[in-house]
């Protein structure tokens, strides 16, 4: 009993003296210290909040980039119309974001709205157009002027002494001209004044490059892409070659850095363009090659892509290449292939459509005729398919995502889609 009773006097005393005397107050903390841990609570919170915004607004974007890239359009309403002066029309280009109207008895520049920039008068049988960046030339086939321009007017104008077959331009103005001669053609070049400059190529069917059928200058005006038919054997053949007009080839003959025979064996090259200072392509009757002349002085050829069926269109712009050829598979007969510029496939789509004119603009393949439409995007999805009552030059887009602006012989007007 006396141990249980010392043991219970024990923890009475132990009770007592928790009482009496609190346990030790805990350190109090640095006020700095407070401070800076709420700080970086802030932090945390502000952080946590900036993260939920930025994927609600990225969830969001791709949302509506997935919205307007499906949604197709059904009908239109006509923004404003404006009437043109039609003259001897003969047609439209893209140019400075603008377009150039063009015909036998003048050219004028017109803003997206209708207005009228500048206008020059000049009298030509068969007027021809061309565009390349902020330049533009209007060379009259068979004959023997080319009156030149930038976004502002006429720069100048250039007059020939034997008659023009075609002609195109640089971004900085210069202009290229194949001129026919009565035993030999001649490639011409021109300032932006219109003054001859102390350079031109003589071309000879049975020669070492052969006759140009087509010429295509680069934007900086240094590099010309042409295509050239040459015997051979007898037999009529096709040929790609590259002229540099820079200091480096000044060594070469004929400035021809590059040629290409081989892949063009019995067929013939219609067409060649320079999309940008790098990349051009050349359109054969059963191909379509992609270049680069990354190296100035030894072009390659990336890509050719041989084509089995038909080829009834060509079309590019500086970040694309489309041909439409007769579709051997499937209840469509046309299919529309679209390119990057190093011959990679972008899309490819059947379609069935009475199209006369195709045209890339920005992301946009856009197909027409005298009264309807047909606008695709760069998936091959159709965005929009209309009908006009009003005859239809030339369509592009107008100033916002869903606008196109439609143009006539007589009149011009922006639609918005819906």
């Known amino acids: 009993m006396s141990d249980l009773d010392s043991m219970n006097r024990e923890i009475k005393k132990r009770q007592l003296r928790r009482q009496i005397v609190p346990p030790p107050a805990p350190q109090e903390e640095d006020s700095e210290e407070i401070v800076r841990k709420a700080r970086k609570r802030v932090r945390r919170k502000r952080l946590k909040i900036i993260l939920i915004i930025g994927v609600i607004l990225i969830a969001a974007g791709i949302s509506l980039f997935q919205y307007f890239r499906l949604y197709q359009y059904t009908s239109y309403d006509v923004v404003w119309e404006k009437e043109l002066k039609e003259g001897s029309f003969v047609g439209y280009m893209d140019f400075g974001g603008n377009v150039l109207k063009y015909s036998k008895d003048g050219a004028s520049y017109i803003d997206n709205q209708g207005k009228e920039i500048w206008v020059q008068s000049f009298e030509m049988k068969s007027p021809t157009a061309c565009v390349n960046g902020n330049y533009a030339a209007v060379a009259d086939q068979q004959g023997n002027s080319i009156y030149i321009f930038d976004k502002s007017g006429p720069t100048g104008t250039a007059t020939t002494l034997l008659p023009i077959i075609k002609a195109t331009v640089s971004a900085h103005g210069v202009v290229a001209a194949i001129l026919e001669d009565s035993t030999s053609n001649y490639i011409y070049f021109y300032k932006n004044d219109g003054s001859v400059l102390d350079v031109k190529i003589k071309a000879l069917l049975n020669g070492e490059t052969g006759y140009p059928v087509d010429i295509s200058l680069s934007p900086d005006g240094t590099q010309l892409i042409g295509a050239y038919a040459y015997l051979k054997n007898g037999a009529l053949n096709g040929r790609v070659a590259f002229h540099n007009f820079a200091e480096i080839g000044k060594s070469v003959p004929d400035r021809v850095v590059g040629g290409f025979d081989e892949p063009y064996e019995s067929s013939l090259v219609a067409r060649v363009h320079f999309l940008d200072d790098t990349y051009s392509c050349a359109f054969a009757d059963n191909s379509v090659s992609f270049y680069s002349t990354k190296n100035a002085l030894s072009p390659e050829l990336l890509k050719q892509v041989v084509v089995e069926e038909e080829i009834r269109a060509v079309f590019y712009s500086n ?56 606008v695709y995007n760069m998936s091959g999805r159709l965005k929009f398919e209309g009908t006009f009552d009003f005859p239809v030059s030339k369509i592009r887009n107008g100033r916002f995502p869903n606008t196109l602006l439609v143009t006539g012989p007589q009149n011009m007007k922006e639609i918005r889609l819906k």
């Open 319 to 374: 970040k694309y290449v489309g041909i439409i050829v007769n579709n051997a598979e499937g209840e469509n007969p046309d299919r529309m292939d679209v390119y990057s510029p190093d011959g990679n496939l972008v899309f490819s789509e059947a379609f069935r459509y009475q199209y006369t004119q195709a045209d890339i603009d920005g992301e946009h393949v856009i197909l027409y005729n005298e009264d309807s439409c047909r």
